[in-house]
């Protein structure tokens, strides 16, 4: 596996503007159902972007650090990926920015605050399954946020299902108009390749020859009504009819109803055979958004004596202060270090490295002598990054998911959420003496956002939360190699843990009555644990004004 030099990225920007250089970054996620082809489709994009040389590099990136540290064998084993990271390519005068997302439904709440990074997702069908389970929870994650959406409808190599059905199912399930780019001359064995809507301009595809150990490269795109060649009997006058049928029938593509999130582009291809691709990051190049103008509150650190009434702002990706907040840590990256990395998406400015910023709710101020740039082909030091870039900015825990940074400390971004677990479990050591280290390594691992934390009001166990099973497992595999501890997950009598909030009296009174039922999370706020749904719903209706809220979010 060989990779291109990577130019260090300060010393070709320095010519352009602030708002020139926010405007050239798209910053974007992959959303699908485990299987429908987001890693390779990640890897192909790598390749169509010039950032990798050779397929395979991505999976082989991930298994060389899987090898490297001890809980990540459990992705190795079960083949799935557990932690998301960042991928940074130069192409074509844009800087594109690949959030990569876990696509196992355990990790679903991992994906949703990565989604909060996001200006745009791409949302990989499978061809022969159309829109899945996890495909339809992260379409409504991206809907909540105004994340407009790309459609790749992968595996057209294989038998797939009829083109319209799988149009029509966009439309009907998620309430999207669905307007073709592409359309595609069939599939499995019979594909021959794509026509543009409104050009006419058909690309071919070239089908691997048995025996052969490359894919062959796709023949150049030329128009219908000259590539006789790459069709058999009937099918090249049936494909001149059908996309007829299809520019009459669906609505051409308007970017701005794309942008409100109306409606999304459809392209089509195959990710394992390199088809389809350079036209999605062409798509992704024209389209998708440039780092968005974003709503925040001025507002002083909480100790400040006398501090002003916190202030509306907008942030312009253009400005000039550095502002931006953490949506992710990530621990042990490199297991040499008990260092954390926390995933920060700039907002606005120009980042040095050696900058100064300030976290704005605990007014703590760091240095960030070595930020670290997610280049596709191996992590670089950054020299300086925009709006819509992420940077890694290694800490010991001082940065957590949904602080805010920035060079005044003053500027709060709101809205990422956590969400409600599903399962609630307690946790003990098998060595009592231990008890202490094992409060320890809950907090981190909750401030990581790994699992939540409760602690109840009554009585010394935790409760940790967690979307899936497969997290007490990455957790327990954690607490033991990173902190030596022997851990055991019991049932709790908890079902669901639900936040509350409302007037303080309101408050103490459901808080009085159902003491045995209170815990504390993280950050200190108050949670009601309960023994089933029903219970959920029943408090619900005895203490209207009190909310009971399955978010929350920070800040
Ligand atoms: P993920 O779980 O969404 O990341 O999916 P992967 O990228 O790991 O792909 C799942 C399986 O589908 C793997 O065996 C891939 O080789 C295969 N796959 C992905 N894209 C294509 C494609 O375009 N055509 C075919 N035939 N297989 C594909």
Redesign the pocket.
Known sequence: MTFPAVRAIGAAMSKRTLPEEAARRRTFAII???????????EHILLAGGAIRAAGAVRARGENRRTRSDWMKIEKERG??VSASVMTFEHDDKMFNLLDTP?HEDFSEDTYRTLTAADCAIM?LDAAKGIEPQTLKLFEVCRLRDIPIITFI?????EAQDPMALLDEIASRLQLDPSPIWWPAQSGNRLRGMVEMGTGRFQPYARKEAGAAEDPDHPPALPLSDAAEYFEQGEQEALIEAAELVEGGYKPFDVQAFLEGHMTPVLW?????H?GIDELLKAIGDWAPAPKVMKAKKEAPPETRNAPEPEDIIVQPGADEVTGFVFKVQANMDPNHRDRIAMFRMASGRFQRGMKLKVQNTGKALSVNAPIMFFASDRELADDAFAGDVIGIPNHGVLRVGDSLSESGMVRFAGLPNFAPEILQRVRVRDPLKAKHLKKALEGLAEEGVTQLFRPELGADFIVGAVGQLQFEVMADRLNSEYGLDSMFEPSPWAEARWVSGEKADLDDFMGKYRPQMAADIDGAPVFLAKSSWETGYVGERFPKVAFSRTKERG
């Open positions: 699908a159902h485990p299987d429908a082809g987001k890693t390779t489709l990640t799935i990926s696509g990989v992968n595996k057209l190599d294989r291809g195959s990710a394992l055979r088809f």
